[in-house]
Each structure stands twice: as C-alpha cells, then as structure tokens.
C-alpha cells in the first residue's frame, strides 16, 4: 500500500511562497494522475487544488492559477506545490492524493499565511 507523506508548510506573510512536497514510500508513483487538495477550516471534505498527469499535464482551480505551480519527480516518487504570491485565504491543511483520492490520507502539511 502507497503511503503519503506531505511537507513543506509553514507560516509565512502575505505575498510569500512556499514549496510543499509529496513523497510516496511502499510502492513507485507510478501513478497516472496526482493532486494536491486542501480541507479549509471547519469544512467536511478536501477540496481539489492543482493536478498533474504522468505526462505533466496540469490543471488548477482558479483561485490559485498564476500562483500555484504543480509538478512531479517520478524518479523520486515525489510531488510537488511550488506556492508563490500567497494569501491568508491559502491557509489550511494541504494534502496530496490521487486525482481521484484513492489511496489512504496522510498527515497533510499547515500552511498559514499572516502577517
């Protein structure tokens, strides 16, 4: 079984970035299609954020298109969320999954955005 191991997060000031990583152990992400979602504060559910195919075609919700950069080192069995240009609206708890959420959460990793 795929276990997920997220960080990176942090807390930074409005305007800053920050470079989350994904990295998969017990198996090779040898998968098609990665995600990174988020579950804002006091919300059910995880919401989908940026993803990438194994032929690095990536998409994004809107509010962090422009901002947010997805990408994947398969040869490392890690994914990747370069945040730049970062709003308090960004902080929450960020986790990566399959597109399609089928393998088990991990921790996730904080983000936090203040000043």
């Known amino acids: 079984q795929v276990q997920l191991v997220e960080s990176g997060g942090g807390l930074v000031q409005p305007g800053g970035s920050l470079r989350l990583s994904c990295a998969a152990s017990?198996?090779?992400?040898?998968?098609?299609?990665v995600a990174w979602f988020r579950q804002a504060p006091g919300k059910q559910g995880r919401d989908l954020v940026a993803?990438?195919?194994?032929?690095?075609?990536?998409t994004y919700i809107g509010s962090v298109k422009g901002r947010f950069t997805i990408s994947r080192d398969d040869a490392k069995n890690t994914v990747f969320l370069q945040m730049d240009s970062l709003k308090p609206d960004d902080t929450t708890v960020y986790y990566c999954?399959?597109?399609?959420?089928?393998?088990?959460w991990g921790q996730g990793t904080q983000v936090t955005v203040s000043s």
């Open positions: 999954n399959t597109r399609f959420m089928t393998l088990l």
């Open positions: 993803s990438i195919t194994i032929r690095n075609i990536r």
């Open positions: 017990g198996s090779s992400l040898s998968l098609d299609h």
